[in-house]
């Protein structure tokens, strides 16, 4: 009988769950992906529950649940933290207090009820976790980690070594000092969304100028050789405060943080670049560090620092580390590892060049029948074509300029799309970057789209000779592909970069030459591979626009439900369901007054 291990997080952001059967992950989701609540981080009820089915198990049949974090570690951070900034820190001390003390502190009884289960809870130190689901995942069978996010219970950032079934944490940076909360400060101070928005900031760089690195280095942070840092608290008020940056803070960058929604200004695009440089010379740091003191030839990577993919291409390659691997995911699945590999103390196999991760398709699947017969009691007309003829129909509509709804296979774990819950179109259309923003995802015009090439095919359009199955690290352009620019197009400003056609693939090219690369290979998603193979056929260009399933400001579409509703509220001009084919100009007008969810949701 397999020994199950639940891994769960919670109350923070993006609650999620995990299932580990025999040290393999056989299942992981998010909850936003089942409430339909962006970023939800109640009790994943949802999640654990899929994770139990498709494990086919009951509650009564898990040897352990692990939490991500230690609860009363992390309250404890949180008194010291509003009793060294009181009085300031009296309304957010008021704020948090209800929920710790009515949930949080007694979080073990509350997953023994919410599961169902009378077992262990296993409580694993934030960064533990983190390092875990760096680590254990990985196809190394020793490596160095280094794990960065904004804050767990004190630690920010730790760096280590995993070796066999043991990840052993040498260092940490603790709290308040942070290089996530630098981030996010930034993306408040921008007028973004915190935990959530880090990376419009990050794809916002690239039209803007550095001017204000040196202010950041000299005011906000003293940033050391080995890649620590201190910051300057007077410019933040995270610590007492419900708001991110002081009022001197505002002071020192010229004015208030820019109204969500309100228009971007060259002043947010130069901050963004400028604290981009930052974040990633300190990345670098960090890792040129951890090289010296470990000697370790691999690196492993989490956290929410290590989803930011301008940083890790300029790790890999400095080439301090021979290779990287980054789990996609930030860390739910490593409290389960944790537990399987360190605190059960079972042994742990590298299967050769691959991970365990197992392309990060451990959601929910629908078969073409099921899809089919929701369809038909629908009343909604479509073409359910042989599984071998899909890849051909596909590539079909994206040759021409179609935009393409794509669900097929498990669903993926993590923040990206890759392939099971995509939007695709044609990499070589000067208009797709603009309608898909402005008319498919209804959002930011400056957001680029990244690219899903086919992994022997990656060399010939970027500089980048590794895998990057997971959407982690971007590339420049190479050289051969780039379109050379005219004087007058060269000495335009901030945003007007935007629509200047840069390559021969301009949809997937950001106005800095780069793009973020997922290679896509033969195994992990077969038929993803087998529509690029065929858009390779009719065109010769291996690689298509690969954007995540939803609209801006709600979860990536899990049921065909989901699909089939993102697909009627945008324009979209076709939707592919496994086997079936749906035309944009064939549906009827969708009735909003109909109760899709209980009227019509799949069994």
Not at 94 to 120: C, R, S, Y
Not at 188 to 212: Q, R
Not at 418 to 425: C, F, K, N, P, T
Not at 443 to 454: D, K, T
């Amino acid at each position: 009988m397999a020994t199950n291990i639940l891994g769960i997080s919670a109350f923070y952001h993006d609650s999620a769950a995990c299932l580990v059967q025999d040290g393999q992950i056989v299942a992981a989701a998010q909850e936003e992906r089942f409430t339909r609540k962006r970023h939800d981080h109640s009790f994943p009820r949802g999640a654990v529950a899929y994770c139990l089915e498709a494990g086919r198990i009951s509650a009564g049949e898990l040897a352990a649940v692990a939490f991500y974090d230690k609860p009363w570690i992390k309250f404890e951070r949180l008194l010291e933290t509003y009793l060294a900034f009181a009085p300031a820190g009296l309304p957010s001390f008021l704020k948090a207090m209800p929920l710790w003390l009515k949930e949080k502190l007694w979080m073990g009884e509350l997953i023994k009820k919410e599961v169902g289960f009378g077992g262990d809870v296993v409580f694993p130190e934030h960064h533990q976790a983190h390092a875990a689901s760096a680590f254990f995942p990985s196809p190394f069978e020793r490596a160095a980690i280094l794990t960065m996010d904004g804050v767990g219970e004190w630690a920010t950032a730790s760096w280590g070594v995993g070796n066999g079934n043991r990840v052993d944490l040498k260092f940490e940076l603790r709290f308040p000092h942070s290089l996530g909360l630098l981030y996010t400060a930034f993306t408040y101070y921008t007028g973004f969304k915190v935990n959530s928005g880090e990376y419009k900031v990050m794809g916002l760089a690239p039209y803007g100028e550095p001017k204000y690195v040196g202010k950041i280095l000299d005011e906000l942070v003293d940033l050391k050789n080995d890649g620590s840092l201190r910051l300057n608290m007077k410019y933040f008020s995270y610590c007492q405060g419900l708001t991110m940056t002081s009022r001197a803070f505002h002071e020192l960058f010229g004015g208030p943080p820019r109204k969500p929604e309100s228009p971007l200004t060259q002043r947010e695009m130069d901050l963004a670049r400028s604290l981009q440089e930052v974040t990633e010379e300190a990345m670098l740091r960090m890792a040129r560090h951890v090289k010296r003191e470990t000697g370790e030839r691999n690196l492993c990577l989490a956290g929410g620092v290590a989803l930011n993919c301008v940083g890790n291409g300029k790790i890999l390659r400095e080439g301090t580390f021979e290779r990287l691997w980054i789990q996609p995911a930030a860390g739910d699945a490593g409290g389960a590892l944790f537990a399987w590999h360190q605190v059960l103390e079972n042994a742990r196999g590298v299967e050769g060049p691959r991970d365990r991760q197992r392309g990060s398709y451990l959601g929910p699947s629908f078969s073409t029948d099921k899809i089919e017969d929701w369809l038909c009691r629908r009343g909604l007309p479509y073409r359910r074509h042989d599984h071998t003829e899909v890849p051909d129909c596909v590539a079909d509509l994206i040759a021409q300029d179609k935009v393409v709804g794509f669900l097929s296979g498990r669903m993926e774990f993590g923040p990206r799309a890759l392939g099971a819950r995509s939007i695709l179109g044609d990499a070589r259309s000067p208009k797709m970057q603009a309608l898909m923003n402005l008319k498919i995802k209804f959002r930011e015009s400056f957001r680029p789209f990244a690219p899903a090439c086919l992994l022997e095919d990656v060399g010939e359009f970027f500089d980048l000779d590794c895998e990057s199955p997971y959407r982690l690290l971007v590339a420049p352009v190479r050289q051969h592909r780039r379109v050379a620019m005219t004087p007058e197009q060269e000495a335009l400003f901030g945003i007007e970069k935007l629509n200047v056609p840069r390559s021969d693939i301009p949809a997937v090219t950001h106005v800095d030459y780069s793009a973020r690369v997922q290679t896509v290979n033969a195994n992990d998603l077969p038929q993803f591979y087998k529509v690029i193979e065929a858009f390779k056929r009719r065109t010769g260009y291996g690689i298509v626009v690969n954007t995540s399933f939803n609209v801006r400001g709600e979860p990536i579409v899990c049921t065909p439900e989901d699909a089939y509703l993102c697909f009627m509220r945008t324009e979209m001009d076709a939707l592919v369901m496994e086997d079936c084919v749906l035309l944009k100009e064939e549906q009827p007008p969708l009735r909003d007054d109909v109760d899709w969810r209980s009227q019509y949701g799949l069994d």
